[in-house]
């Protein structure tokens, strides 16, 4: 007995010897990953020495002699930074990632596979002009300098028993090509469920239900689209024929016609503090650990040798500044919501099936193998057919098939320099520059030092010819096409606007004949553009500190009239859960979507359900011609539904409720279950408590119990996707920046987590605590706190 007991106290102390000496050398190798912060660093290719300074939170200066050599120096610092998050970029668009992961993304990657982006990649690097090839080239090997610089590779890669592959020029094209996917993904389903309308409902009903527009919408320039009439009773008549009964596939957990958007807006110099122009901008996306951006200072002789310093936020894997200033002029992005890609309908060779029609006569479809890595199991391979018009993406139930023509598959356009931007001295020259560059549509909003303010399109605007793009359509007969794209000189622009302010908010900036080029590929309801217009139009000198005020703005005007149509409703119901919910919604309510609010919770989920209802009964017809229908990805629902509720036709009133009010009530019970399913309570439901923040590492659900230690807190956020500070669990501002240009001193720059991707860094999460509670951070990096040189091999 006795010698049992000794044998297994001495494997216990040996197991807890092994266990505390795993830990040591695993927090040695964590550590030895950090990056660089002070010493010397040579680097192969630099013309001259390359100085980096970093600020008490870490954020760069990056001054070096040419551009090239700031490339250089800022690859070597992202890569130190944020190598995992490039490589999952660089993945996710090219359909690598199973091979860094296992056969749980092979899914995901026979997805991206049909789009073959690292092909279209690799051709657009091959077509950059020698200036920006060489800048390319520069980054390129900056990145795999600093990544070999690191002690160990970084912690991801340690988890994952992972080897880190090289960067190359064409992997800052995927990172450009991941925004595409990020921004204009959805857009095929969009037009998939608009075209799956259209072939169901009567042609008054599918207008009236796919029009885009609400009483919030708030241009630039023009007025609101005029919605189509209410169908009448000759049209649909639920009283005489009700509606189907059919089971769509609706995300649950999806927003009935919420889209995660972005904010900016320019003041002229005539309505700012300073005198010149003013731009502001939060970009709201997936936030994540880390954030998706990263701060820097790039300063550098231009090619006739005049000093530039650039400063704003980058995106790890690009060699260039997203949105920032220049000094000159500050610009700054939101998504556009126009329409960049077309499904075309194929239309099959009868005599053929693998073949198919063109408009030069029957073409054999192109069929490429490709071959799936997955680690750990074995490698697969599929098979993805094009058409001259780019890849079948789906199949509808009826067995046709759809080729997705979309700006990112023309490797052309994805060659231009993307570091153009920067160079612009004016808004004039910004708006030409900005014009038909290869990145993903956006509201470009710029302001310069002279006080002058515009807006454009930033990108590649196609010239239909035959088609407005809005649904599905066969492009056989060479009737319908894309004829090109439009030159700088036909973009829709905005330039120095009488009322001296521009606004976006993923709305319709302008109308007419400019709203129709853009066409229509998913716009978000007008409230936020709203809520920000009638800010700023108070304002007469208007400063930074005010721009930031705007972008925390959570005032709840969307549902407020959501609020008394519900109020009125309820109104003498008996003791019971209807009457708790109506004492609350009238006792709670803040008039913000603040996280103390129990009213604005139920409101909303009250809404949800009953527009849920409403468009589901609509639009049943296509759920019944096509199972994978799910109306919610149309972005429709508050324009139709609110004129409805508002007229109440008998004949639109679904057949089961004997009133508008008696439906209204409905959705009022079933908010009532959806809420208090889990056995909580309607008062303990604040808004705060549904909206946590939920900001983690997309490893942490891998790591037991210290994973979690990886994430930024789960506080409650103020705000909501219907207000200008837009957040939501998972999604937000990305960034909030305000700047003038030349003065930007005064400007302010917040991001949600840190600088560093490391999570023993003291910059990984330094950040989030100014971003969550609205307070000011300076826009331009302080006093150095750290250097590094780098330098040219001697």
Request: charged share 20%; aromatic share 8%.
């Amino acid at each position: 007995m006795r010698r049992l007991l000794r044998f297994l106290i001495g494997t216990l102390l040996l197991l807890a010897v092994l266990i505390i000496g795993g830990g040591i050398y695993a927090r040695s190798q964590v550590r030895a990953s950090l990056p660089l912060v002070d010493g010397e660093a040579t680097i192969a290719g630099l013309g001259a020495p390359v100085r980096v300074d970093r600020d008490a939170l870490g954020v760069p200066t990056i001054t070096g002699d040419s551009r090239e050599d700031v490339a250089r120096a800022l690859g070597f610092v992202h890569a130190q930074e944020r190598f995992f998050q490039m490589d999952l970029q660089r993945r996710q668009p090219a359909g690598e990632l199973a091979a860094l992961v296992g056969p749980r993304a092979i899914a995901v990657d026979t997805e991206a596979r049909r789009h073959r982006l690292r092909d279209v990649a690799g051709r657009a690097v091959e077509l950059t002009a020698p200036a920006y090839r060489r800048v390319l080239d520069a980054y390129a090997a900056g990145v795999n300098a600093g990544l070999n610089a690191l002690g160990a590779v970084p912690p991801e890669y340690l988890l994952l028993r992972a080897t880190p592959e090289p960067w190359r020029p064409e992997d800052t094209v995927l990172t450009v090509l991941a925004m595409f996917n990020t921004l204009q993904g959805r857009q095929a389903a969009f037009e998939q469920t608009i075209g799956a309308m259209r072939d169901a409902l009567p042609e008054p009903l599918f207008r009236f239900l796919a029009a885009n527009g609400s009483a919030w919408d708030t241009p630039v320039a023009g007025g609101p689209q005029a919605r189509p009439a209410i169908p009448g009773a000759e049209i649909v008549d639920f009283r005489k024929t009700p509606p189907l009964v059919a089971v769509a596939a609706t995300n649950p957990d999806a927003d009935v016609d919420a889209i995660i958007g972005s904010n900016n807006w320019a003041v002229d110099g005539a309505h700012s503090a300073s005198g010149v122009a003013l731009v502001a901008n939060d970009m709201h996306l997936s936030i994540g650990v880390p954030i998706i951006w990263y701060r820097a200072s790039l300063a550098f002789p231009d090619t006739d040798n005049t000093p530039r310093k650039i400063t704003g936020v980058t995106l790890p894997g690009l060699p260039s500044l997203v949105v920032g200033s220049n000094g000159r002029v500050a610009w700054s992005f939101t998504n556009t919501g126009g329409d960049w890609s077309d499904l075309v309908r194929i239309e099959p060779d009868p005599r053929d099936p693998a073949k198919y029609l063109t408009p030069d006569g029957a073409r054999a479809f192109d069929v490429f193998q490709e071959t799936i890595a997955a680690k750990g199991a074995g490698a697969t391979t599929v098979p993805v057919r094009w058409t001259i018009w780019g890849p079948i993406v789906w199949t509808d139930a009826r067995g046709r098939d759809y080729a997705q023509h979309w700006i990112a598959h023309d490797a052309s356009l994805l060659a231009s320099d993307i570091t153009s931007p920067e160079r612009a001295q004016s808004v004039g020259q910004l708006l030409t520059s900005i014009a038909g560059l290869g990145i993903p549509n956006q509201n470009v909003t710029m302001g310069d030092d002279t006080g002058r303010i515009g807006w454009t399109v930033g990108g590649a605007i196609p010239r239909r010819v035959g088609l407005d793009g809005f649904t599905p359509e066969s492009w056989a007969d060479g009737s319908r096409r894309w004829d090109g794209y439009l030159s700088s000189a036909d973009f829709p622009r905005i330039v120095d606007p009488p009322g001296g302010r521009i606004w976006t908010a993923n709305a319709p900036v302008v109308d007419g004949a400019m709203l129709a080029t853009l066409g229509e590929g998913g716009y978000a309801d007008g409230i936020r553009a709203r809520l920000i217009r009638d800010r700023l139009m108070t304002l007469d000198r208007a400063t930074p500190a005010d721009m930031l005020a705007i972008q925390l703005e959570d005032k709840a005007l969307f549902l407020d009239r959501w609020r008394t149509l519900v109020l009125e409703a309820l109104d003498g119901s008996p003791a019971g859960p209807r009457a708790e919910f109506k004492h609350l919604v009238e006792t709670t309510w803040t008039g913000r979507a603040s996280p103390d609010s129990v009213a604005y919770r139920l409101v909303r989920q009250f809404r949800t359900s009953f527009v849920r209802d409403v468009m589901t009964t609509l639009t049943a017809p296509a759920a019944a011609i096509d199972p994978q229908f799910d109306y919610t990805r149309s972005l429709r629902g508050e324009g139709p539904v609110w004129e409805l509720v508002t007229a109440r036709p008998a004949h639109l009133l679904n057949p089961k409720f004997t009133s508008w009010d008696e439906w209204i009530l409905a959705a009022v019970d079933r908010a009532i279950g959806d809420l208090t399913a889990d056995g909580q309570q309607l008062a303990a439901l604040s808004w705060g408590e549904a909206n946590r923040g939920q900001i983690v590492h997309p490893l942490a659900a891998a790591i037991p119990i210290f994973g979690r230690y990886l994430n930024m807190p789960g506080d409650p956020l103020p705000g909501d996707v219907y207000t200008p500070r837009a957040s939501a669990p998972r999604t937000g501002p990305s960034e909030r920046m305000a700047v003038s240009p030349g003065r930007e001193h005064e400007g302010i720059l917040h991001i949600p987590t840190g600088q560093s991707g490391h999570p023993l860094s003291p910059h990984y999460g330094d950040q989030y605590r100014a971003w969550l509670n609205g307070e000011p951070s300076p826009f331009l990096p302080g006093p150095a706190v750290s250097t590094i040189m780098l330098t040219p091999p001697r």
